[in-house]
Nanobody
Framework: VQLQASGGGLVQAGDSLRLSCAAS????????MGWFHQSPGKDREFVAA????????YYADSVKGRFTISRDNAKNRVYLQMNSLKPEDTAVYYC??????????????WGKGTQVTVSS
């Protein structure tokens, strides 16, 4: 599975962004998918994940109620809708396939990141 994230940018606090991750590979629909982020000097951290069926979603406490993860298996895409963005959301965001319990070490495939910068 190859992953390509897009949709990052520079926004102001309170704005919204929608990240998109395009996946290649016929087995995309069998993977739990997720998003992680990483700020300079920090470890890569779990943001959100969604089961292969899309029936279950999981979020880091810091984004609950603001971010929504979704997927379209017919289009091989996963999305992260980010609302009410805060400066502390600033990071490089990575799409991931094969996420288990939000553990970066469990990920089977990583995409290249997309930068999200939120100004105050």
């Amino acid at each position: 599975v190859q992953l390509q994230a897009s949709g990052g940018g520079l926004v102001q606090a309170g704005d919204s962004l929608r990240l998109s991750c395009a996946a290649s590979g016929r087995t995309f629909s069998s993977y739990s998918m997720g998003w992680f982020h990483q700020s300079p000097g920090k470890d890569r951290e779990f943001v959100a994940a969604i089961r292969w069926s899309g029936g279950s979603t999981y979020y880091a406490d810091s984004v609950k109620g603001r971010f929504t993860i979704s997927r379209d298996n017919a289009k091989n895409r996963v999305y992260l809708q980010m609302n009410s963005l805060k400066p502390e959301d600033t990071a490089v965001y990575y799409c991931a396939a094969g996420v288990v319990a939000g553990n970066p070490g469990s990920v089977d495939y990583w995409g290249k990141g997309t930068q999200v910068t939120v100004s105050s």
